[in-house]
């Protein structure tokens, strides 16, 4: 191989289908998790404190599922195609 062939990565696989669900099923649930502590404490705060609460409890589901689903399409699109044709081996 000479000194200027340059190399090109062909593949930018990003990680396992399996491994982001995994991911993305834990982020879910640690949300679910502050949800429910948020209506514990709405139950057990005093007043203005539990409006602050009850304001999480409420909008975390929202936040929750958007940051659950934000992931695989954050890979680069194109980052995997050669620049230039790779030379036969021979």
């Known amino acids: 191989m000479a000194q200027d062939d340059e190399i090109f990565d062909i593949t930018s696989a990003a990680k396992s289908l399996s491994n982001d669900q995994a991911g993305r099923q834990r982020r879910y649930f640690i949300s679910m998790m502050v949800r429910t502590l948020c209506f514990i ?50």
């Open 41 to 90: 404490l709405t139950v057990v705060l005093p007043s203005p404190y539990r409006w602050v609460a009850l304001v999480g409890a409420v909008f975390l589901p929202y936040i929750a599922v958007v940051v659950a689903n934000a992931g695989r399409e954050t890979v680069e699109t194109g980052s995997a195609i050669l620049k230039k044709k790779p030379k036969a081996l021979s």
